[in-house]
């Protein structure tokens, strides 16, 4: 899940992407303008077709993508933090861990928070995480996707 933590249309860029971490641009959310960013989807479009992998999502998706991106833009820095390092990224669906989380988002001046919204850890255990959580990943969702949360409350119980 990407939260964006900005009006998208007051971004003032004409082509940017959410970033998995520092090295990855995802396709969660993209703005592509018609000069640049057209020549960016069109290489991603035909590089998707001739290479596409039914079962591998990374592949098809954030990998293939920051590739495309680094070939346009070689040596690019993507500015970000990696959080999913030693399983920091559990951080967002604990209730313990929800101030620190918001706070450290808030302090970072993100415009958008990817998380991966995955509730069991790589098959070791699973999370559950009720509707009525506090957990940071629900308390974002609630103020940046509150149609969406809205919407979902019946998966989350």
């Not at 020549?39 to 290479?51: D, E, F, G, I, W």
């Amino acid at each position: 899940m990407c939260f964006s933590l900005v009006q998208l249309s007051t971004i003032n860029q004409a082509n940017f992407a959410c970033c998995e971490d520092k090295n990855v641009v995802t396709n969660a959310v993209l703005n592509l303008d018609l000069d640049r960013g057209l020549n960016v989807s069109t290489l991603y479009a035909r590089t998707l077709a001739k290479n596409y992998k039914p079962k591998t999502w990374s592949g098809n998706g954030p990998i293939m993508l920051t590739s495309v991106v680094k070939s346009f833009c070689p040596g690019i820095d993507l500015i970000t933090e990696n959080s999913t390092k030693c399983g920091e990224y559990l951080q967002h669906f604990h209730k313990k861990n929800r101030d620190e989380v918001l706070n450290k988002i808030k302090k970072s001046e993100a415009i958008f928070v990817h998380i991966w919204n995955k509730m069991q850890d790589f098959g070791k255990k699973t999370y559950k995480l009720p509707f009525t959580s506090h957990a940071a990943y629900i308390e974002l969702a609630k103020e940046y996707c509150p149609g969406v949360y809205k919407t979902l409350e019946k998966y989350f119980r």
